[in-house]
């Protein structure tokens, strides 16, 4: 296993084990009574939630990684442009309109002490100082894997120039018509650095995602209402199936190995599952009122719409955005944007629910 795959794994791992410990507390606010509550019937839907969001996570997450044996969808293609497009727009709905209204929600709550969650914005704060953050893990990791390969390259022997440029290797060609010496620059290194680059972005990305999703988990598998369960169950279907489009669609950018690729569609698919049997579990000691289950999940909701929203305005949409490849062709842009604008929708539209 590499060693970012295992640092994610690492930071994932560590936010399901800590996640429930740290919510749990003493109720500070009364919670609403629902008289329609059944704890058996509570149970079904529960269960029936962690088989349907189970599946619709791993569809969606495979769902870019296989399709790029389809020739229309290959990353070259334009067609790939605009269904990253689509993605970028469930993430970027995802942190502004799930995550961070929830994060504020929370630390805004009348059941946490007034002082100092009451005396400073904390919510954004967090999302600000988490989305710079991320901005620096992405330029040093992105600058370490770039050294790291610059060294490799010089110890398997290629030539560098005077000035620490790109290697060069002689070339001797004769064509039909001509006869040319000459040396020829090689420009792999734009190529890896584009290929690390997207390996940071997909974990830095899984690991938001991961965050957020391990809280609704709890949150759904704590519940006793059926009234409560049963619309969601949906609804966070739809929201981790085109979340994991994003997902896949980074990872399939990354060109990660079978086995990593595995493990981070894997651990995507599992992690609200996972976090709704917790949420059972803890269900008689859990109180979504506690004053330490809200400050906890105030303030990692906070973080994973910062690292949400850097990673669909600068890592997805920009990079794409503004390229040459996208400013050149019209036809592209207009179905990019409008993809864009149906995808942030369609995630939207699902806050009516979840």
């Known amino acids: ?45 529960k269960v029936g939630a962690i088989a349907a969001i189970l599946v619709a996570s791993a569809v969606g997450v495979m769902l870019p990684v296989v399709g790029r044996r389809v020739p229309a969808l290959s990353p ?17 709905s995802t942190g502004f309109i799930h995550v961070l209204p929830d994060a504020f929600e929370s630390l805004t709550s009348p059941c946490i002490p007034a002082s100092p969650w009451g005396d400073f914005p904390f919510t954004g704060f967090i999302a600000m100082v988490s989305a710079i953050g991320t901005l620096m893990v992405d330029t040093y990791a992105t600058s370490y894997y770039r050294r ?16 620490g440029g790109a290697a060069v290797v002689p070339v001797h060609t004769h064509a039909t018509h001509g006869h040319a010496h000459g040396s020829v620059s090689l420009q792999s290194d734009s190529g890896e650095t584009e290929l690390l680059r997207h390996r940071v972005i997909s974990q830095v990305l899984e690991l938001g995602i991961i965050v957020h999703s391990v809280i609704i988990g709890i949150a759904l598998g704590a519940s006793q209402s059926p009234k409560t369960i049963r619309p ?40 609200t599952p996972v976090g709704i049997a917790i949420g059972i579990g803890i269900t008689n000691i859990y109180s979504e ?48 944007n409008l993809s864009l604008l149906i995808g942030a929708g369609c995630m939207s539209l699902v806050a009516k629910w979840a």
């Not at 490799?152 to 000035?163: F, I, L, M």
């Not at 994991?244 to 992690?271: D, E, N, P, Y």
Request: aromatic letters at 10%; hydrophobic letters at 50%; proline letters at 2%.
């Open 1 to 45: 296993m590499s060693s970012p795959i295992k640092n994610l794994f690492v930071w994932a791992a560590a936010a399901v084990i800590l996640l429930p410990a740290a919510v749990l507390g003493d109720c500070t606010c009364e919670a609403e009574e629902d008289g329609g509550e059944s704890k058996s019937l509570a149970l079904k839907y």
């Open 76 to 92: 070259e293609r334009n067609f790939f442009f605009v269904i990253k497009a689509f993605a970028a727009g469930v993430i970027l």
């Open 148 to 163: 790291r390969s610059g060294v490799k390259a010089v110890e398997g022997g290629g030539a560098r120039d005077e000035e």
């Open 232 to 271: 969601l169950i949906a609804a966070l279907s739809f929201h981790q199936f085109f979340e994991g489009i994003g997902l896949g669609g980074c990872i399939t950018q990354a060109r990660f190995k079978v086995r990593a690729v595995t493990i981070m569609a894997v651990f995507f698919s599992i992690t």
């Open 289 to 336: 009122t506690s004053s330490t289950a809200l400050i906890v999940q105030g303030v990692f909701n906070a973080a994973s719409a910062g690292i949400l929203i850097y990673m669909a305005l600068v890592d997805l949409l920009a990079a794409d955005f503004m390229s040459p490849k996208m400013q050149s062709n019209g036809k592209l842009q207009l179905g990019a």
